[in-house]
């Protein structure tokens, strides 16, 4: 056990108010991939509270410990990767004044080196991998409900993503579409 079960209502609230503070502007804004990315991490968020209690109660050696261990490790890798590749590829700035845009989605160039190369949505891959890590440390039948409802949320985000892309990069982003996958390398 991580943290007091006491400490779990007051976390949850805490962290989701903050999700929330940073998505003020794409909340407002169903039709926004940001809008449904919210909903994919609260989902994401109540995983992890049905789940911590037991968090690593199971030995490493179970298959299914053995692949959370690899998808939370993928969790923490390519969103750091994306992040960098964003920031210092994708030049973001102040030019782009949608407000359902965080800062380091507000990029002027599309980046298509690292993991871009191969997916265009690295973080919302790192999300999936979040959630199926976490889902995987029990099986609950809420557990599955929260985890595909997560794996559907982030999939529509991608899709109003990759809308608001096409928008923005046009026919360069359409290039990009036909070259890359969306989360898995070569499949899907």
């Known amino acids: 056990m991580l943290l007091p079960l006491q400490a779990y209502p007051a976390t949850f609230v805490i962290a989701s ?13 169903p039709r926004s991939h940001g809008f449904y990315r919210f909903f994919a991490v609260e989902c994401i968020f109540g995983l992890i509270w049905i789940n911590l209690p037991v968090w690593g109660d199971d030995p490493v050696l179970l298959p299914s410990q053995s692949l ?26 102040g030019t782009r004044r949608d407000e359902a845009l965080l800062g380091f989605e507000k990029t002027t160039r599309l980046v298509t080196t690292g993991a871009f ?5 690295p973080m919302y891959a790192a999300l999936i991998c979040l959630a199926w890590g976490v889902f995987l440390q029990r099986f609950t039948w809420l557990g599955l409900l929260l985890v595909l409802a997560a794996t559907a949320l982030l999939f529509v985000t991608a899709m109003r993503e990759e809308q608001e892309c096409l928008e923005h990069f046009g026919a360069a982003y359409l290039d990009y579409m036909r070259r890359t996958r969306r989360f898995v390398p070569f499949m899907l």
Do not use: E, F, N
């Open 68 to 93: 959370a261990l690899l998808l939370l490790a993928a969790s923490v890798w390519l969103p750091l990767h994306a992040a960098r590749q964003l920031s210092r590829l994708g030049q973001p700035d």
């Open 17 to 29: 108010s903050v999700v929330l503070y940073l998505s003020r502007g794409a909340i407002t804004r």
């Open 117 to 121: 190369k191969y997916i265009r949505h």
